[in-house]
Nanobody, 126 residues
Framework: QVQLVESGGGLVQPGGSLSLSCAAS????????IGWFREVSGKEREGVSC????????SYADSVKGRFTISRDDAMNTVYLQMNGLKPADPAVYYC???????????????????WGQGTQVTVPS
């Protein structure tokens, strides 16, 4: 059974930083792509950043380019999202997702990922 557990969310002032982690069990990193998504109530789940199965390719939403960095530690089976320069537009529930079929990173779309964590809340007061 695949389990993804996110942590690291919280409240941070505009301009601040947070580092999200997602620990996986039941799936081995390197088999498929991994992604971070975010969802605001009433809106579609948005792809924030994805990393390919090989770890060589990454993609970012335009709104976070230059501020967020995705990385992973295969030995720990953990993926990270370093978020710097947080803005009032960034608050959401952040989810990590993994798949064992889709291997790319170019299409960071929720429909491509089979396994999801429970989400972690990020709050940035305006």
């Amino acid at each position: 059974q695949v389990q993804l557990v996110e942590s690291g969310g919280g409240l941070v002032q505009p301009g601040g930083s947070l580092s999200l982690s997602c620990a996986a069990s039941g799936i081995k990193f390197g088999i498929g792509a991994i992604g971070w998504f975010r969802e605001v109530s009433g809106k579609e789940r948005e792809g924030v950043s994805c990393i390919s199965a090989t770890g060589e390719d990454t993609s970012y939403a335009d709104s976070v380019k230059g501020r967020f960095t995705i990385s992973r530690d295969d030995a720990m089976n953990t993926v990270y999202l370093q978020m710097n320069g947080l803005k009032p537009a960034d608050p959401a529930v952040y989810y990590c997702a993994a798949d064992d079929v889709y291997v790319g990173s170019k299409f960071c779309e929720a429909s491509l990922f089979a396994y999801w964590g429970q989400g972690t809340q990020v709050t940035v007061p305006s």
